[in-house]
């Protein structure tokens, strides 16, 4: 009885799924500009995870970015990979760390909602559906 106990706590807690995403939205952009795109992650998890890239169908690429003061001024910087570590939350926001959206395929509106896929270091993916919402530049709600 004991035994079968453990071995149930086992199998629920590989099950359950650590990484939460919450609050998605994309700001709506200028015509022909690239799309910042804002989330956060939460690892519920007892190991560091990893994200390792961005794709969806209304971008040719998809970035994640980094700001850095760099000659005295805010500038972007692309990085291969997010780290969230165990049992902590990353938030992308306006003016820090953003998702990009470059060269667009279609116009993205205020009201439209993108599907964005998050490819994780562990080679799973999760599939988020991001609002687009028009919103001034540093507001985030
Ligand atoms: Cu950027």
Redesign the pocket.
């Known amino acids: 009885m004991k035994i079968a106990s453990v071995l149930l706590l086992v199998v629920v807690g590989c099950g359950r799924d650590p990484i939460v995403v919450r609050d998605a939205w994309i700001r709506e952009p200028p015509p022909r500009s ?1 799309a ?1 795109g804002y989330l956060v992650i939460e690892n519920q998890g007892g190991a560091p995870v990893a994200l390792v890239g961005v794709a969806t169908e209304v971008a040719e690429r998809a ?1 994640i ?1 980094v700001m850095e003061y760099k000659d005295d001024r805010m500038t ?1 910087r ?1 990085v291969a990979e997010l780290q969230i570590p165990a049992g902590k939350e990353v938030a992308l926001k306006p003016g820090g760390t ?1 998702l ?1 959206l470059m060269e667009l395929r279609q116009p993205l509106r205020h009201g439209d909602e993108v599907e964005l896929v998050l490819r994780f270091g562990d080679g799973t993916e999760r599939s988020v559906p991001m609002p687009v919402q028009k919103k001034g530049l540093y507001e985030s709600d």
């Open positions: 690239p910042a970035e970015h972007m692309q953003h990009m």
